[in-house]
């Protein structure tokens, strides 16, 4: 599955997951759990718009915008943007978005695809070595006549 399906997949999940918690929780778990899910809700968002970058970057975007959210409070936000993102600066709000931002980054890094060109295991890496050192190409074809390696001795294929 893509990084963008995951980046979607958990987007819907952590709305439905904010939503809860305002139904059935309230007070102060209510208002930290919501602002933690806003900055999974952020970094899912960067996944969805860019869905190479490193999971550990996706999850300091979504902690510096969630972050500059909450000190724009401090000077003002326009009145249309209250609603969504807030109106009044409480420092403690700063620490739970770190820890949204470590459940984002926790979350992209398992929605993170890998090929499996990039990861190799040791022992493809020692044949891939053994095979250049050997004076062959590591797919373990010939060399061509015209190759600078191709008058050189060569191990026998495996």
């Known amino acids: 599955m893509s990084r963008r399906w995951w980046g979607f ?4 999940v952590t709305v439905a997951a904010g939503l809860g918690v305002r139904a059935w929780a309230g ?15 952020v970094c899912a968002v960067v996944v969805m718009v860019a869905p190479r970058l490193r999971p ?4 300091g975007i979504a902690l510096g915008f969630s972050w500059a959210v909450e000190l724009l409070q401090i000077v003002g ?4 943007l209250r609603p969504l993102l807030g ?21 992209a890094l398992r929605g993170r695809g890998r090929t499996p060109d990039v990861r ?7 044949e891939v070595a053994a095979a250049g050192a050997a004076g062959r190409p590591p797919d373990g074809s010939t060399l061509d006549s015209d190759h600078p390696r191709a ?8």
């Open 27 to 41: 007070g102060s778990f209510a208002k930290y759990a919501g602002d933690a899910l806003y900055t999974v809700l």
């Open 120 to 126: 190799r295991s040791a022992r493809d890496e020692y």
């Open 87 to 107: 109106a009044t600066f409480n420092a403690p709000d700063l620490f739970w978005y770190v820890v949204g931002a470590v459940l984002g980054w926790c979350i």
């Open 9 to 12: 997949g958990a987007a819907v």
């Open 77 to 80: 936000i326009p009145a249309p």
């Open 151 to 158: 008058g050189m001795p060569q191990l026998p294929a495996e």
């Open 56 to 59: 550990v970057v996706a999850a």
